[in-house]
């Protein structure tokens, strides 16, 4: 067993928090598509979560640029 590498742990993270945004992409296409308009709202928030979830994978990207080895 090998000890993690800060640069491990990080392509790990990006690679979960990718998996996790398109999970909730998903989400929203799959609501919309099978309720049609009567959870609208709730896709959109899903939709929403993805896009946050999008935004935070840039912000750690940019955080760990250079100080990881």
């Known amino acids: ?3 993690p590498t800060p640069s491990e ?7 979960h928090l ?4 398109e999970s ?3 989400m ?3 609501i919309h598509t099978e309720s049609g308009l009567k959870d609208d709202m709730l896709a959109k ?6 896009e946050l979830l999008r935004r935070m994978i840039l912000k750690v990207t940019e955080m760990a ?5």
């Open 45 to 50: 928030g899903w939709l929403m979560i993805a």
């Open 18 to 21: 990718r998996k996790a945004q």
């Open 1 to 3: 067993m090998s000890v």
């Open 24 to 26: 909730a992409a998903m």
């Open 9 to 15: 742990t990080f392509v790990q993270l990006i690679e």
């Open 28 to 30: 929203s296409h799959l």
């Open 65 to 69: 640029q250079g100080r990881l080895n």
